[in-house]
């Protein structure tokens, strides 16, 4: 299983940019998966989940704000993130979760497999 993401970038505060993530080897019709973050020096820290389009979770922070939503077709997991903050300014990772589950996912070790990362910069 591969993910790839795409679509960060630099851009001033009150921006919006959408981050992709396809998969390879792998349908995700059904799989939990997440956008996850890391800022420098601090914790990667889950940002949105998402099984089904009515299964979403999101981090307080981003509520409002931001979208997490799959094409099931293209194998593709998106992240639309609207009214950007400095404070989002991390390195954003996709991540898909391999085994069945048993209730919400949220956590890193819920997940095993993982992209490399895009980087997000916000400017205030």
């Known amino acids: 299983v591969q993910l790839v993401e795409s679509g960060g970038g630099s851009v001033q505060a009150g921006g919006s940019l959408r981050l992709s993530c396809v998969v390879s080897?792998?349908?995700?019709?059904?799989?939990?998966m997440a956008w996850f973050r890391q800022a420098p020096g601090k914790e990667r820290e889950g940002v949105a989940t998402?099984?089904?389009?009515?299964?979403?979770k999101y981090a307080d922070s981003v509520k409002g704000r931001f979208t997490i939503s799959k094409d099931t077709a293209k194998k593709t997991l998106y992240l639309q993130m609207n009214s950007l903050k400095p404070e989002d300014t991390a390195m954003y990772y996709c991540?898909?979760?391999?085994?069945?589950?048993?209730?919400?996912?949220?956590?890193?070790?819920?997940?095993?497999?993982w992209g490399q990362g895009t980087q997000v910069t916000v400017s205030s």
């Open positions: 991540a898909a979760r391999l085994r069945s589950y048993d209730g919400s996912c949220w956590s890193m070790a819920d997940f095993q497999s």
């Open positions: 080897s792998m349908r995700i019709a059904g799989t939990y």
């Open positions: 998402i099984v089904s389009r009515d299964g979403t």
